[in-house]
């Protein structure tokens, strides 16, 4: 029992996979069971008909078979034929045989005759007379014995013939009249049984031609859906297997085009299309070589005149004292854009690398507690500039991974650098928990927030926001962008959540394993406190900013 049990449990595994995976035997399936449906119906309509026909005929026979009959019993029991006899009880004997006889050896039909009925039947049976091979108490209905018995007139029902010699019961039609004794006015229930084996025995071979017909339209209607269902689905698979190729880089591959029908129109369409994406996107990356090209040159060509002005900007800052107060002040401008600039520089470098593929990992194992406390300890006099207060919280500490410490600090260094320039946001609380799997690390902040698809287009590189930020410290715009490279070289996850006036937060999530697949988060991306009542929105100010 258990291994068909497991052979049922895998049929249906496999055939709710195709159902689910294939059109063909989706659509294969629904004809099988349409089909069945009409083909079981049609065969029921049709049995039905034949049954009512085949039975309702053998009724009207049976029933003028019998009144020929009845005709019969009174003649035989006429005063003169019932002188000839000895007595009343052996004329009604002889009558009984005289009748069964008279329709041979394949008769069709059995005699009952019971009475006189005033006179209750004995258990023993005594006062019935029947053919030899009748249970006459057995095959008359009692419904149709008490019609005939206190009625006058032919009356007829449905019955099951019961047979002592062992042979089995089978259906038959009972006819029923009154017959009388002239001579002692005694009555006598008199019924006739016309056996339905032969019209049973059709039925039961239109029902075994009907399900062996149903069986064979059906193999025949699922060949037929099969064949179209081929034909129109073959070449969809084609087109599937040719856009699976095509999203995986191999441009070229193309579909083949036979005919002039419809599939064929669609085969051409398609490769038109797959003609321009390629066209289109070998251009895409011709200008996106270019581009990567021209930063990476201009990056690196920059530094050399960047050491030089450097050098030469250190020298006028530290001789600054004596020059007068412009001279001075331009001197210190010149320094800090000089800073600015130097991290531009940096940062378009980076990018180089990520776009390049060049950028790897130094794997170490790496306390996240630590690293958001040297971040937090080094952000302590920007925060205090803006008025912020940061806060660091852990679930459990340490908190270890393997990851490139470097790069994890800086994508830490970011988020928190962010969060206090340009949230607007008294606090900004750092969060860190980890599972079995994977460490995460929030940044919440209460400011102004994010507006819906902001929290998507934050990691684009130089994406501007809105009016809607005030810049304390210069920023290059692409602090986020390359934290998202960061993470991902990780396999891991940064993701974005924030509503105006609400503020936001940022997670960061890594696996605590280099190289495994994350399935979760220890921190969910929307704070539980999302639900509290917004906060005013800040006025906006009129400059944009980067984060």
């Known amino acids: 029992m258990r291994r068909v049990g497991q052979a049922v449990g895998r049929g249906l595994r496999l055939m709710t996979f195709a159902w689910r995976r294939s059109v063909q035997a989706r659509v294969v399936i629904s004809t099988l069971v349409l089909g069945s449906l009409v083909v079981v119906l049609v065969g029921w309509l049709l049995l039905r008909s034949v049954a009512e026909g085949l ?79 009748v249970d006459g108490g057995r095959s008359v209905p009692a419904q149709l014995r008490g019609t005939v018995e206190t009625n006058v007139g032919t009356y007829w029902t449905y019955t099951r013939l019961v047979y002592v010699t062992g042979r089995p019961s089978e259906p038959a039609v009972a006819v029923g009249s009154q017959v009388q004794v002239p001579s002692t006015g005694d009555v006598y229930a008199l019924y006739y049984l016309f056996p339905m084996g032969e019209q049973q025995q059709t039925l039961e071979l239109l029902e075994t031609a009907l399900l062996f017909a149903g069986l064979a339209l059906l193999v025949l209607v699922a060949g037929v859906a099969w064949l179209v269902t081929r034909q129109v689905v073959t070449p969809v698979r084609l087109a599937r297997r040719i856009a699976e190729r095509l999203a995986a880089g191999r441009l070229e591959e193309r579909l083949y085009v036979s005919g002039e029908d419809d599939l064929a129109r669609l ?53 600054r004292d004596g020059f007068d107060p412009v001279t001075a002040r331009s001197a210190e401008l010149l320094q800090a854009e000089l800073e600015r600039f130097e991290a531009l520089l940096a940062d378009l470098l980076e990018i180089s690398r990520f776009d390049a593929g060049a950028a790897g990992l130094e794997l170490d194992t790496v306390d996240l507690c630590e690293v958001a406390g040297r971040v937090v300890d080094s952000s302590q006099a920007l925060a205090e500039r803006a008025s912020v207060r940061l806060s660091v919280s852990a679930a459990q500490c340490p908190c270890m991974a393997e990851a490139d410490v470097r790069r994890v600090e800086r994508i830490v260094r970011n988020l928190v650098a962010n969060a206090v320039s ?110 509290r009542p917004a906060l005013p929105a800040p006025a906006r100010p009129t400059t944009g900013a980067v984060r």
């Open 55 to 133: 039975v309702q005929d053998k009724a009207e026979i049976s029933v003028g078979q019998a009144e020929n009959g009845f005709e019969e019993a009174r003649v035989e029991l006429a005063p003169r034929a019932l002188s000839e006899t000895a007595s009343e009880s052996e004329a009604l004997t002889e009558l009984v045989a005289t009748l069964t006889s008279r329709g041979g050896e394949a008769r069709g039909y059995e005699v009952v005759l019971s009475g006189p009925i005033e006179q209750p039947v004995d258990d023993d049976g005594r006062g019935r007379r029947t053919s030899p091979a």
């Open 267 to 319: 085969a051409v369409s398609f490769n038109q299309m797959a003609a321009s994406l390629q066209q289109q996107i070998r251009q895409f990356e011709e200008l996106s070589v270019l581009q990567r090209r021209f930063v990476s040159d201009v990056s690196h060509e920059l530094r050399t005149p960047l050491t030089t002005v450097r050098l030469a900007a250190d020298v006028l800052h530290d001789a």
């Open 422 to 531: 340009y949230s607007q946001s008294p606090v900004v609380e750092v969060w860190i928990a980890g599972d079995d799997d994977a460490v995460a690390l929030a940044v919440r902040d209460f400011g102004i927030g994010l507006r819906p698809g902001e929290a998507t287009l934050v990691f684009n590189r130089f994406w501007r926001s809105d009016p809607s930020r005030v810049r304390v410290s210069g920023g290059t715009g692409l602090g986020l962008a390359i934290s998202r490279e960061d993470a991902v070289l990780h396999g891991g996850w940064l993701e974005a959540w924030g509503a105006p006036g609400r503020g936001a937060q940022f997670r960061l999530t890594l696996p605590r394993r280099a190289g495994a697949k994350l399935e979760g988060s220890p921190i969910p991306l929307v704070p539980r406190d999302a639900a």
